[in-house]
T-cell receptor, first 114, second 112 residues
Framework: DSGVTQTPKHLITATGQRVTLRCSPRSGDLSVYWYQQSLDQGLQFLIQYYNGEERAKGNILERFSAQQFPDLHSELNLSSLELGDSALYFC?????????????FGPGTRLTVL | EDKVVQSPLSLVVHEGDTVTLNCSYEVTNFRSLLWYKQEKKAPTFLFMLTSSGIEKKSGRLSSILDKKELFSILNITATQTGDSAIYLCAVEVLDSNYQLIWGAGTKLIIKP
């Protein structure tokens, strides 16, 4: 158990819908990262937040957005869902302070778009 | 463009064999290289390497970094079926925004 929690575990929805994935980082971690992993593909970095502010952006679609709240939990919003958005979505956290960027992953949310 | 390449993509061996997984990188502003193991679910952290030539060891797993030739290897000795997983390599890059560049992973299958 990494200490990172994600909800829900599984999510099945229809095309065109909008969903919100939630992540609580490890206690004391300031950075949160979101990743997408499609079937048989590697991890695709989406976005990173540090202490409430966006820090880095990867291959995140315009239909996707994220935020990190004052209590440091983060939400990833996916809208106008398409079949190709079906994937495992991981959240990871790290201390985010100088010298300590090791990321610890949550269990993931499996999103299925029908 | 920063990139991390892992090889082989897939590897099948028998229990008890020793395997070597490779990770090469081309990045600017290298900070460290990390290895993760991903079984059915989330990746779990194995090692972080920052200095050349210093072996990190954990049980039957060990890893070393060569910053001159820009690669790292992950060795697993006396493999067991529980070692079957995808092994991911990632490189930390420091630029205006902190980034982690991920390799595509090596899928390791250990046959009994």
């Amino acid at each position: 158990d990494s200490g990172v929690t994600q909800t829900p575990k599984h999510l099945i929805t229809a095309t065109g819908q909008r969903v919100t994935l939630r992540c609580s980082p490890r206690s004391g971690d300031l950075s949160v990262y979101w990743y997408q992993q499609s079937l048989d593909q590697g991890l695709q970095f989406l976005i990173q937040y540090y202490n409430g502010e966006e820090r880095a952006k990867g291959n995140i679609l315009e239909r996707f957005s994220a935020q990190q709240f004052p209590d440091l939990h983060s939400e990833l919003n996916l809208s106008s869902l398409e079949l190709g958005d079906s994937a495992l979505y991981f959240c990871a956290s790290s201390r985010g302070l100088a010298g300590d960027y090791t990321q610890y992953f949550g269990p993931g949310t499996r999103l299925t778009v029908l | 463009e920063d990139k991390v390449v892992q090889s082989p993509l897939s590897l099948v061996v028998h229990e008890g064999d020793t395997v070597t997984l490779n990770c090469s990188y081309e990045v600017t502003n290298f900070r460290s290289l990390l290895w993760y193991k991903q079984e059915k679910k989330a990746p779990t952290f194995l090692f972080m390497l920052t200095s050349s030539g210093i072996e990190k060891k954990s049980g039957r797993l060990s890893s070393i970094l060569d910053k001159k030739e820009l690669f790292s290897i992950l060795n697993i000795t006396a493999t067991q079926t529980g070692d079957s997983a995808i092994y991911l390599c990632a490189v930390e890059v420091l630029d205006s925004n902190y980034q982690l560049i991920w390799g595509a992973g090596t899928k390791l299958i250990i046959k009994p």
